[in-house]
C-alpha cells in the first residue's frame, strides 16, 4: 500500500489543487470579464444618454437608447458608411495600421497621436427628425486620455451636453469634470460663429454673461488649468476639419439621412 504521506502522494495532491484552483480562478474570470466588458457597455450607454439629456424624455436609459441609431462614419469624407456597428472597437481601430492616420504636432492639438479613419457615432430621432446628434471626444488632460460624449443639437452649433465616461484627473480637480453644476454649464453654449469658426472653450475663471462671447465659453475647473485647456483643445479638435466638421457640414446639407 503508497503510504499517504510520502513525498511523492503530497506532490501529486498539491498539483491537484493547484489545477482545481487555477480552473476556478479561470471560471470566474471569464464570467467576470464578459460581466465587465457588459457593465463597460452599459456604462457608455448611461454616459451617452445623459449627454444628449434623454432620460427624462423616453422614461429610462434604455427607452432612449433604443431611439438612438449607431452609425460608424468615414472621418474625412463625412459619410455614413455600410459598416456593422455592432463589432466597431475604438481600441482594435487604433492598432490597425489600415485604419488610423498618425496626426502631425500641428494637427494633433488635442494630443491624441493619431486618429481612427472611421468613428461610431449617434443619431437620436424623433417622429422621424434628427433631434441630437452625439460624438464620442477624446483628448489629453493633465494625467492622461478624457473620453467622452458631446452631444449636439438639430440645429448643429447648440451644445446639449457634455460628459466623460473614463480619465484619469485628480479628483477635486480637473475630476470636477464629472461635477453636474460644471456639466450643467454647457447646455445652451454656442460652437461655431457665423463663418464657421471654432469659438466654443473652458476659460479660466468665470464666464460673464454681460459678454457677446459667453454663449461660446464655460467656466473654467478652479485649480485644473492643464484639464480645461485640455477638454477646450479636445473640442476644438473634434468638431474641426480633422474631426467631425465634415460630417456635421454634410447633415446641414441635408447629404445624410437616417
Known amino acids: 500500500m503508497q503510504n499517504k504521506d510520502s513525498i511523492k502522494n503530497t506532490i501529486f495532491i498539491g498539483i491537484g489543487l493547484c489545477l482545481v484552483c487555477a480552473a476556478i480562478i479561470s471560471i ?3 464570467g467576470l470579464k464578459e460581466k465587465q466588458k457588459n457593465n463597460a457597455i452599459l456604462d457608455q450607454q448611461k454616459k451617452i444618454v445623459a449627454a ?3 432620460e427624462s424624455f423616453y422614461g429610462s436609459v434604455n427607452n432612449a437608447f433604443t431611439s438612438i441609431e449607431e452609425k460608424i462614419i468615414d472621418i474625412e469624407a463625412g459619410l455614413i458608411t455600410n459598416q456593422s456597428s455592432e463589432k466597431y472597437d475604438l481600441s482594435k481601430e ?3 495600421p489600415n485604419r488610423f492616420i498618425e496626426l502631425s504636432s500641428a494637427e494633433d492639438i488635442a494630443t491624441i497621436k ?3 479613419k472611421f468613428s461610431k457615432v449617434f443619431l437620436e430621432y424623433r417622429e422621424s427628425q434628427l433631434n441630437t446628434v452625439i460624438l464620442p471626444v477624446r483628448g489629453y488632460g493633465l494625467w492622461g486620455i478624457l473620453y467622452g460624449y458631446l452631444a449636439i443639437s438639430n440645429d448643429l452649433n447648440t451644445i446639449v ?3 466623460f465616461y473614463d480619465h484619469k484627473e485628480t479628483p477635486g480637480l ?3 469634470v464629472d461635477n453636474p453644476k460644471w456639466k450643467a454649464l454647457w447646455r445652451g453654449k454656442r460652437i461655431y460663429d457665423e463663418n464657421g469658426k471654432i469659438l466654443i472653450k473652458v476659460i479660466k475663471g468665470k464666464v460673464d454673461n454681460s459678454m457677446d462671447m459667453s454663449s461660446y465659453e464655460v467656466d473654467g475647473l478652479s485649480g485644473a488649468t492643464l484639464t480645461s485647456k ?3 483643445n479636445l473640442l476644438a479638435y473634434w468638431l ?3 474631426g467631425f466638421k465634415p460630417f456635421l457640414d454634410n447633415l446641414k446639407k441635408e447629404k445624410i439621412n437616417g
Open 230 to 232: 485640455g477638454v477646450s
Open 28 to 30: 470566474i474570470a471569464v
Open 240 to 242: 474641426g476639419e480633422n
Open 52 to 54: 444628449a439629456d434623454l
Open 161 to 163: 451636453g457634455l460628459e
Open 114 to 116: 493619431k486618429r481612427e
Open 94 to 96: 487604433l492598432r490597425d
Open 174 to 176: 480637473g475630476a470636477e
